[in-house]
């Protein structure tokens, strides 16, 4: 207690050890802060990450998959299933290594690693900050140039620099997860079950991870839900995965929000689910925190070279992250909008679309964009209800 550092990253999932990585590589002194005793346990997620999502930012090492997603299935309300044969769809992780080990790229750099060490206040000066912190049940302070609030969903950095409004009812999906195990758990496809007494402003989803594990999962809009996730869960598997044994159960909650804006402000960033980064429509967010870790340190790379940490100076992370980003998570918003409205039997037209799309073909990329718009232009119940997305 009582160093400095130039950079001081707080949380180290994904977005948080992606920022310190970059920072550290750009000659700075960087230093992650962990409240956990250990990164990346317990595992919140279902582990599911695209290709693309993984392979832009690290070659993947054997030891974070767990299995390789060939392609899905969409079971509809009424029992229609579309099937989409993807073959390099993606990975489901084993997240404690993979987080594990991107905080180790990023100590092995040269950042400095506090587990155990919770932020508990802020403060930001002209010449500085100061992040407040406990350790072992004391209190001290940690000084900086830069902050970056990589804290997750109830992110207090973002609160503490006056970026975090409260997150509407709609813009939030609680989830619960078992990690079970059953021997009709096959590698290869991952399930998502929609409609509104499964999951109601959710899905259900089964992402097998091999050796007949798989990680059984359901999230939900609470405004449209009448129980909580884990009444809805047990369910869903007794009637999916009857006989299925749990290892394990976690519940947690993933922003389905629009990106937040402004997503930085003087000496103060924000990044991954902080930032609601993860995808609305999805909730998927690890590799939209890898990303915009790497816009963070970027910019703020930038900073360093110039000697100004001010709002405008960090503004150029928001224009990057829009550029890369922002008009896909803004449809997938409006699109998560349009999902939110519809009712069961609308729910079995697109699965019916999608399995129209999609039977006997094999394919190389899905572009969510133009699979919804597609979707949208099928019905014309659809369209009434979506037309501002055709238009985007
Ligand atoms: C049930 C569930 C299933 C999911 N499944 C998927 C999926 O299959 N694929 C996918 O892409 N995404 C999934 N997600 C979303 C994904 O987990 C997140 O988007 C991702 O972890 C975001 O990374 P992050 O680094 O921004 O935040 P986090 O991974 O949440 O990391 C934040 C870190 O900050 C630490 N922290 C918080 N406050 C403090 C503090 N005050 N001081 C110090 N440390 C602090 C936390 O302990 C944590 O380690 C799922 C989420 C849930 C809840």
Redo the contacts with the bound molecule.
């Keep these: 207690m009582g160093e400095k550092f130039d950079v001081i990253v ?8 992606s920022t310190a990585k970059g920072c550290v590589e750009a000659g700075l002194e960087t230093l992650l ?4 005793s250990q ?2 346990i317990p595992v ?6 695209d290709t693309k ?1 993984l392979e832009d930012h690290f070659p993947p090492h054997p030891s974070w998959i767990a299995s390789r997603v060939e392609g899905g299935r969409l079971y509809g309300p009424n029992g229609v299933v579309a099937e989409v044969k993807h073959p390099r769809a993606g990975y489901i992780l084993e ?1 404690a290594i993979f ?1 594990r080990d991107l905080a180790a790229m990023a100590a092995r750099s040269g950042a400095a690693l506090w587990l155990g ?4 206040g802020l403060e930001i000066g002209e010449s500085g900050i100061e992040v407040r912190i406990r350790r072992d049940g004391k209190e001290g302070g940690v000084k900086g140039e830069v902050v970056v609030g ?8 973002g609160r503490w620099g006056g970026l975090l409004t409260p997150l509407a009812p709609n813009d939030i999906v609680c ?3 078992y990690l079970l195990v059953h021997r009709n758990f096959l590698p290869g496809f991952v399930e998502f079950h929609i409609g509104n007494l499964i999951a109601p402003g959710g899905y259900a ?1 089964v ?1 097998p991870k091999g050796n007949g594990l798989a ?1 059984v ?1 359901l ?1 939900l809009s609470p405004p449209k839900a009448q129980g909580a996730p884990k009444d809805y869960l047990d369910l869903f598997v007794a009637k999916t995965y009857p006989g299925a044994e749990a290892l394990g159960m ?5 922003p389905t929000a629009k990106p937040l804006n402004p997503s930085f402000t003087h000496r103060l960033l924000v ?4 930032a609601r ?2 995808d609305p429509l999805s ?7 890898l990303r915009s870790g790497r816009w963070a340190a970027k910019a703020i790379k930038e900073a360093f070279l110039e000697g100004d940490f001010s709002a405008n100076s960090l503004s150029r992370y928001e224009r990057r992250w829009k550029k890369g980003m922002g008009r896909e998570l803004n449809f997938r918003y409006r699109a998560k909008e349009v999902f939110l409205k519809l009712s069961d039997r609308e729910l079995d037209e697109v699965t019916h679309i999608v399995k129209e799309m999609f039977t006997g073909r094999v394919v190389g990329s899905i572009e969510v964009k133009r699979i919804v718009k597609g979707i949208i232009r099928s019905s014309p119940r659809l369209i009434r209800l979506a037309k501002h997305l055709i238009s985007i």
Excluded: H, K, Y
């Design positions: 707080v949380g180290a999932g994904p977005a948080g050890s802060i962990e409240r956990r990164i990346g919140n997620c279902a582990e599911g990450i999502g997240r987080d060490v919770e932020a508990v990589a804290d997750g969903i109830g992110s207090r950095i989830c619960c997860q989803w992402f990680n999962g999230a976690t519940r947690g909650a993933v990044v991954g689910d902080a980064f993860a909730g998927a967010g690890i590799a939209n925190a």
